[in-house]
T-cell receptor, first 115, second 116 residues
């Protein structure tokens, strides 16, 4: 199965700066990759999806890149705010034609934005 | 409002008991999933279902059982055979998609199960 690595150390960042999170994976390249936000004691919330033929995707202050050669995705939060403090999960498609929608998740990286 | 509802939010189980976690969705999604989350670990897939009356084992199905009698409902039973059931359980659903296009997952708020 896929091994997905996200930085286990919390990322402490000052308000207004850009937070950059890394998701590395092994084995085969997924058809797409997703990022989710999870607050303590809550279910994850979908943020962005990027496909293998897309290099970059943006949504408001969020940007995701996908490098299938490096087997890596970077997730950026620009102009970070204290409300961005949460754990961010990377999820890879491990489905097949018959088992679409299956995802494998990384352990997540906690982001703490201080005023 | 559309969404996924999990109940209860907190559940306590005595050793040797079976307990059932409820998951209901009104998003008209074909697929539903159960994940388990332990501290410091990613979500791990227990079971998933892409259609009514059919479901597949995920990576850690031992000690768990599910049913999918209705499109809206996908209850998870944690049996006494599950040796370490204390965890945060998350139910999710998604539209029918196909590999290469992808489809986002919508999660419930989770059930925290504790063995006492």
């Amino acid at each position: 199965s896929q091994k997905i690595e996200q930085n286990s150390e919390a990322l402490n960042i000052q308000e207004g700066k850009t937070a950059t999170l890394t998701c590395n994976y092994t084995n085969y390249s997924p058809a797409y990759l997703q990022w989710y936000r999870q607050d303590p004691g809550r279910g994850p919330v979908f943020l962005l999806l990027i496909r293998e033929n897309e290099k970059e995707k943006r949504k408001e202050r969020l940007k995701v890149t996908f490098d299938t050669t490096l087997k890596q995705s970077l997730f950026h939060i620009t102009a970070s705010q204290p409300a961005d403090s949460a754990t961010y999960l990377c999820a890879l498609d491990i489905g097949t034609t018959d088992s679409w929608g299956k995802l494998q998740f990384g352990a997540g990286t906690q982001v703490v934005v201080t005023p | 409002d559309g969404g996924i509802t999990q109940s209860p939010k907190y559940l306590f189980r005595k050793e040797g008991q079976n307990v059932t976690l409820s998951c209901e969705q009104n998003l008209n999604h074909d697929a539903m999933y159960w994940y388990r989350q332990d501290p410091g670990q990613g979500l791990r897939l227990i079971y998933y279902s892409q259609i009514v009356n059919d479901f597949q084992k995920g990576d850690i199905a031992e000690g768990y059982s599910v049913s999918r009698e209705k499109k809206e409902s996908f209850p998870l039973t944690v049996t006494s055979a599950q040796k370490n059931p204390t965890a945060f359980y998350l139910c999710a659903s998604s539209k029918r998609g196909n590999r290469g296009h992808g489809t986002e997952a919508f999660f419930g708020q989770g059930t925290r199960l504790t063995v006492v």
